[in-house]
């Protein structure tokens, strides 16, 4: 049993999940949740099976709300969005948005998804970066530390994100010093934002990773700069609602996290003891 009861990222039939809305909220009561975000992928003019059809928003929007009424005093729903820094709408209308960059976009208008299919971001390497794992890692981190230093976002979504691939890829040494201080450098920025960073155990219920994002030194370095972390699990899949979430919870214990945030049973965020 976890601790977190909440998780303030999940799909669901709207973008690329696979459980419907009303599902999802009632697997998530059933777990005992205090909580439950919704967080489809915002509407983008590209990539359209991916994310909330626009013109589908303002029923995205109605359905959520609608299950808030429904679960009031047994389990607070939120009307959440995860935000791609190529998204075509604003955030505002929603109770808390996750930044995310999940693609890498070309001078002719087209875009090269970062966690897709391992070939594209192969191709990406070896025709924009001269075949230097590195240099696609230096281009990502300044991509999401530009959006957080000025979006200033609720929470950071997925911070590392690249390792899903670089785990079949090899693209770079993740143990490397190079790497490394690239990471710390882009996060520690992020720090002064007052940014939630998301623990995300999305990549490992989806098999391509063993730990949460983001990677233990960095949640160590965070930690020491002040900074807080939310749980969530990213699911697509009401069976994984809090998967790995007690695993993540002892790392984060280990590495001397004695609390962590969630979303509020009647306050937007909350603090528990981890
Ligand atoms: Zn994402
Ligand atoms: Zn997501």
């Known amino acids: 049993m976890s601790l977190t009861l909440s ?14 809305a009303p599902d999802m909220a009632r697997a998530a009561c059933e777990k005992g949740f205090l909580s439950l975000g919704f967080s489809s992928h915002a509407p983008q003019d590209f990539d359209p099976g991916y994310c909330i059809e626009p013109a589908r928003e303002e029923e995205y929007k109605a359905l959520v709300r609608s299950l808030r009424e429904e679960y009031a005093g047994r389990m607070t729903v939120y009307l959440g969005v995860e935000r791609d820094l190529y998204s075509c709408v604003s955030p505002d209308g929603y109770d808390y948005y996750l930044a995310a960059v999940h693609y890498f976009r070309h001078p002719d208008g087209h875009h090269t998804p970062i966690d897709g299919r391992p070939e594209k971001l192969l191709s990406y390497v070896d025709a924009c970066c001269g075949g230097d794992g590195l240099e696609m890692a230096r281009r990502y981190f300044a991509l999401l530390r530009d959006y957080v230093v000025s979006a200033h976002p609720p929470i950071i979504a997925h911070f590392d994100l690249i390792r899903k691939n670089n785990a079949a890829l090899r693209l770079y040494d993740e143990d490397g010093e190079p790497y490394r201080r690239m990471a710390l450098d882009a996060l520690r920025p992020m720090a002064d934002t007052g940014a939630l960073l998301e623990v995300n155990t999305g990549a490992i219920a989806r098999g391509y990773l063993t730990t949460p994002y983001p990677a233990p ?53 909350e603090r528990y003891s981890l």
């Open 217 to 269: 030194f960095l949640l160590k370095a965070w930690k020491e700069w002040g900074g807080e972390v939310i749980v969530n699990s990213d699911c697509h899949d009401m069976r994984y609602l809090d998967t790995h979430f007690a695993e993540s919870e002892a790392l984060l214990r280990s590495l001397g996290y004695d609390h962590a945030v969630r979303l509020g049973k009647s306050t937007l965020w």
């Open 7 to 20: 998780s303030a990222h999940v799909h669901t039939t709207f973008c690329d999940g696979k459980t419907p």
